[in-house]
């Protein structure tokens, strides 16, 4: 199994990026994945989450209408994209897959992580 | 969706036990059997070593186990090895969302 992020960077405060991450190794329609993140220094924050057929999708509060997560099981690619960035939203993005095809949230891979820093 | 509650530190001499809690609320802890935890080192990414309270995946030394009572999870870790000093972190699930302790930093002295 292998998880591997891109998309990262550095964004200026209310701009927006898009988080890929490409997935090899496993059937990847058949599992649910999340997006986690990690503020330097700080402790996982879990960020949204999706279904393996992808039609059902939840958000942390904290993100809620500025984030989307979606996902392209032709392509096995699980997608973040994050509008109206805050200086909050700085962290480490990591991607994970779970263990079920639904959203039980036991993420038994996750990819190496993609910086985003929100700054002017 | 508030943190879980955990010590920030922790701390054993090698072959001793330890033991972290994870506090939540009758909404999420104490009302689903959906418990985990994980173990991260530094500039790693975490490792999935329980799942459903008390599972261990397939490779985790069975030194580590965990139990739930009410509103609080236990990691406990038998045997302490060099290698278990990192961070670790309780999930508490619903099914809609998931919320993290704020991660426990064992040490072994």
């Known amino acids: 199994v292998q998880l591997l992020e891109s998309g990262g960077g550095l964004v200026q405060p209310g701009g927006s990026l898009r988080l890929s991450c490409a997935a090899s190794g496993f059937t990847f329609s058949s599992f649910a994945m999340s997006w986690v993140r990690q503020a330097p220094g700080k402790g996982l924050e879990w960020v949204s989450g999706i279904s393996g057929g992808g039609g059902t999708t939840y958000h942390a509060d904290s993100v809620k209408g500025r984030f989307t997560i979606s996902r392209d099981n032709s392509k096995n690619t699980l997608y973040l994209q994050m509008n109206s960035l805050r200086a909050e939203d700085t962290a480490v993005y990591y991607c994970?897959?779970?263990?079920?095809?639904?959203?039980?949230?036991?993420?038994?891979?996750w990819g190496q992580g993609t910086l985003v820093t929100v700054s002017s | 969706q508030s943190a879980l509650t955990q010590p920030r530190s922790v701390s054993g001499s090698p072959g001793q036990s330890v033991t972290i809690s994870c506090t939540g609320t009758?909404?999420?802890?104490?009302?689903?059997?959906?418990v985990s935890w994980y173990q991260q080192h530094p500039g790693k990414a975490p490792k999935l070593m329980i799942y459903?309270?008390?599972k261990r995946p397939s490779g985790v030394p069975d030194r580590f186990s965990a139990s739930k009572s009410g509103n609080t999870a236990s990691l406990t870790i038998s045997g302490l090895q060099a290698e278990d000093e990192a961070d670790y972190y309780c999930?508490?699930?619903?099914?809609?969302?998931?919320?993290f302790g704020g991660g426990t930093k064992l040490t072994v002295l």
């Open positions: 999930c508490s699930s619903t099914g809609t969302y998931t919320i």
């Open positions: 009758s909404s999420d802890v104490g009302d689903y059997n959906y």
């Open positions: 459903d309270v008390t």
């Open positions: 994970a897959k779970d263990l079920s095809g639904v959203t039980k949230y036991y993420f038994d891979y």
